[in-house]
């Protein structure tokens, strides 16, 4: 398995992913909000790869002030192998030599498997804040 950055090539591979692989779906899975966020940080939405197969992403956004990790979705018949692990190990390195000193991850609570996900990895729920979300363009 290898982890990189995504380039222009990947978005309709990552958008079929992400229809594939998760019961979620923003307003902003589409062409141009994958290509607006690789214009901003190219660095930021991590891929992980095999034999030339999309097995997973995350998006790895760091903004000089905090870190955040956030669309960690694996293919369905890539779970269970180490991918989610290893692209937020990934992550984790490069928040670190951005100088991050602390990141958060955007989950979904009602998914029960991807809170013990995130615990597992040593992510502990902060219950004194909330996320807030308004769409500002539509």
Known sequence: ?????????????????WLDGTSVVSHTDDPEGIRTL???????????EEDGRLLGTL???????????????VAPGAR????????VRHAEERFRAEGARRVS??????????????????????SSMGRFVKAIQV
Do not use: C, K, T
């Not at 950055?5 to 958008?15: C, K, R, T, Y």
């Not at 690789?38 to 992980?48: I, S, W």
């Open 59 to 73: 998006i790895a956004a760091w903004d000089g002030w905090r870190a955040s990790m956030y669309r960690l979705v």
């Open 38 to 48: 690789l214009a901003r940080d190219p660095a930021a939405l991590l891929l992980a």
């Open 105 to 126: 991850a955007n989950v979904i609570f009602d998914h029960a498997a991807a809170v013990g996900f995130w615990e597992a990895m040593g992510y502990r729920h902060e």
């Open 80 to 87: 269970r192998r180490g991918v989610a692990s290893a692209l």
């Open 1 to 17: 398995m290898r982890i990189r950055s995504a380039g222009e090539q990947d978005v309709e591979p990552i958008l079929a992913l």
